[in-house]
Nanobody, 128 residues
C-alpha cells in the first residue's frame, strides 16, 4: 500500500491562490498514475486533475481548466496542485490518489474507482 499525505489546505478569499501538496512514498512517486479529487459537503467525490504514469499526459476537469495546474516537485518528492483564481465552488476536501495496478503508461484515469490508494484529504475553504 502506498502512503499519501496531503497538506496545504486552508481558508482563502475568492480570487486567491493555494498550493496543495501530496507527499508520496518513493514507490508511488517513481511512476504511477496519480490524481487529485475533491468532495464538497453533501456531494460526490469528483475528479479535479491527473497525471499519467509517464507524467507527460495531464488532464483537468472543465471547472478548473486554466486555473489549476498539477506538477511534481522533485526536490520535495511531492505531487502538487496549484490553484489560482479560487472560487466559492472550489470549497471542498481535496484528496490525492494513486493507481498502482493494471494501468497503461500514457493513460490518464478520471474515475475514483480507478485509484487504489488515497490520502486523508485536506480542507480548502474559499470565502470572504
Amino acid at each position: 500500500q502506498v502512503q499519501l499525505v496531503e497538506s496545504g489546505g486552508g481558508l482563502v478569499q475568492p480570487g486567491g491562490s493555494l498550493t496543495l501538496s501530496c507527499a508520496a512514498s518513493e514507490r508511488a512517486y517513481s511512476g504511477f498514475p496519480m490524481a487529485w479529487f475533491r468532495q464538497a459537503a453533501g456531494k460526490e467525490r469528483e475528479f479535479v486533475a491527473a497525471f499519467s504514469a509517464t507524467r507527460s499526459d495531464t488532464s483537468f476537469a472543465d471547472s478548473v481548466k486554466g486555473r489549476f495546474a498539477i506538477f511534481r516537485d522533485t526536490a520535495k518528492n511531492t505531487v502538487n496542485l496549484q490553484m489560482n483564481n479560487l472560487k466559492a465552488d472550489d470549497t471542498a476536501v481535496y484528496y490525492c490518489a494513486v493507481r498502482t495496478t493494471g494501468y497503461i503508461m500514457g493513460r490518464v484515469y478520471y474515475s475514483a474507482v480507478d485509484y487504489d490508494d488515497w490520502g486523508q484529504g485536506t480542507q480548502v475553504t474559499v470565502s470572504s
